[in-house]
């Protein structure tokens, strides 16, 4: 089958080395990958999709193909908002950071506060503030974003990312930032390595993938220095750079036995 890999024009270069595995890995099983940026005015026609990109819009446009598509487009949607996302996993009743949307600097009870943009990813558009003159500069800046303020938990930038395959988990880092950094990001130099999910952990997890009826995710906890964890964010799309780094495994591999096995077995089942 002939398949759309769709991504932001900037991340086709940045994220170069996974789309070459990746389509080595899709001609194992029989099918094949046109890489197409999301702002391209003419999206041509394929037998499935595996949407790369951070763009709700679009992927809510191309799900009106009725074609399988990976990840559906409201995983899309509420990945990328992390208000809709915390308040997702809330339903669930799993634990997760206290948050709130805010409008003024008015609205920040307590500090410090960790503020965010629902769209950011990859440690922009977050940052940790001590006082009401910090964090004013951050709103100003950001005036015209949905705006969200998380109390502030001493993990000692420390999180854990589950990498999710529909509803079994293939692997799971542990993220420590850097120096002077609450941040935990991989990418903003933190380093990482294997965590292995206790059973309430694995249950929290599918419980959250089962819900969303995802495909591929990461979903992001803080790790609390007693053990135990809350929820902070899901990642559509999910970098792998991190689960390589502690596994040495390609995981373009897995992805495509995952996106074939769905193709294959349950074609009709997959048309949205």
Same mark, same amino acid.
């Given at each position: 089958?002939?398949?759309?890999?769709?991504? @932001? /024009?900037? @991340?086709?270069?940045?994220?170069?080395?996974?789309? @070459?595995?990746?389509?080595?890995?899709?001609?194992?099983?029989?099918?094949? *990958?046109?890489?197409?940026?999301?702002?391209?005015?003419?999206?041509? !026609?394929?037998?499935?999709?595996? *949407?790369?990109?951070?763009?709700? %819009?679009?992927?809510?446009?191309? #799900?009106?193909?009725?074609?399988?598509?990976?990840?559906?487009? @409201?995983?899309?949607?509420?990945?990328?908002?992390?208000?809709?996302?915390?308040? /997702?996993?809330?339903?669930?009743?799993?634990?997760?950071?206290?948050?709130?949307?805010?409008?003024?600097? *008015?609205?920040?009870?307590?500090?410090?506060?960790? /503020?965010?943009?629902?769209?950011?990813?990859? $440690?922009? =558009?977050? !940052?940790? +503030? =001590?006082?009401? #003159?910090?964090?004013?500069? +951050?709103? !100003?800046?950001?005036?015209?974003?949905?705006?969200?303020?998380?109390?502030?938990? #001493?993990?000692?930038?420390?999180?854990?990312?589950?990498?999710?395959?529909?509803? #079994?988990?293939?692997?799971?880092?542990?993220?420590? $930032?850097?120096?002077?950094?609450?941040?935990?990001? +991989?990418? /903003? $130099?933190?380093?990482?390595?294997?965590?292995?999910?206790?059973?309430? =952990?694995?249950?929290?997890?599918? %419980?959250?993938?089962?819900?969303?009826?995802?495909?591929?995710?990461?979903?992001?906890?803080?790790?609390?220095?007693?053990?135990?964890?809350? +929820?902070? !964010?899901?990642?559509?799309?999910? $970098?792998?750079?991190?689960?390589?780094?502690?596994?040495?495994?390609?995981?373009?591999?897995?992805?495509?036995?995952?996106?074939?096995?769905?193709?294959?077995?349950?074609?009709? =089942?997959?048309?949205?």
């Amino acid at each position: 089958m002939n398949g759309l890999l769709i991504y @932001e /024009l900037k @991340e086709i270069k940045r994220n170069s080395s996974f789309i @070459e595995r990746l389509i080595i890995a899709a001609e194992r099983f029989g099918h094949t *990958f046109t890489v197409i940026d999301d702002q391209n005015s003419s999206i041509p !026609e394929a037998d499935f999709i595996f *949407f790369r990109a951070r763009n709700p %819009k679009l992927s809510k446009q191309l #799900e009106e193909r009725n074609l399988p598509m990976f990840n559906r487009a @409201e995983v899309n949607v509420i990945a990328n908002d992390k208000y809709k996302a915390i308040q /997702l996993v809330q339903l669930l009743g799993i634990p997760s950071v206290p948050t709130r949307k805010i409008k003024t600097i *008015f609205d920040i009870r307590d500090y410090p506060v960790v /503020l965010k943009t629902v769209d950011g990813h990859g $440690g922009t =558009q977050v !940052e940790l +503030f =001590q006082s009401e #003159e910090q964090a004013k500069v +951050f709103i !100003e800046e950001h005036s015209s974003k949905t705006i969200i303020a998380q109390t502030y938990i #001493e993990t000692n930038a420390t999180d854990v990312r589950v990498f999710m395959l529909g509803t #079994e988990v293939i692997g799971a880092v542990k993220r420590i $930032g850097a120096v002077d950094s609450f941040k935990s990001n +991989f990418t /903003l $130099g933190g380093t990482v390595k294997a965590y292995s999910l206790n059973s309430q =952990q694995l249950a929290d997890v599918k %419980k959250i993938a089962t819900a969303l009826k995802s495909d591929y995710i990461g979903i992001d906890f803080l790790l609390l220095p007693d053990g135990n964890w809350l +929820f902070n !964010e899901i990642e559509d799309p999910v $970098g792998a750079r991190s689960y390589y780094a502690t596994t040495k495994k390609d995981i373009t591999i897995p992805i495509m036995d995952y996106i074939n096995k769905k193709l294959t077995e349950n074609p009709d =089942q997959m048309r949205v």
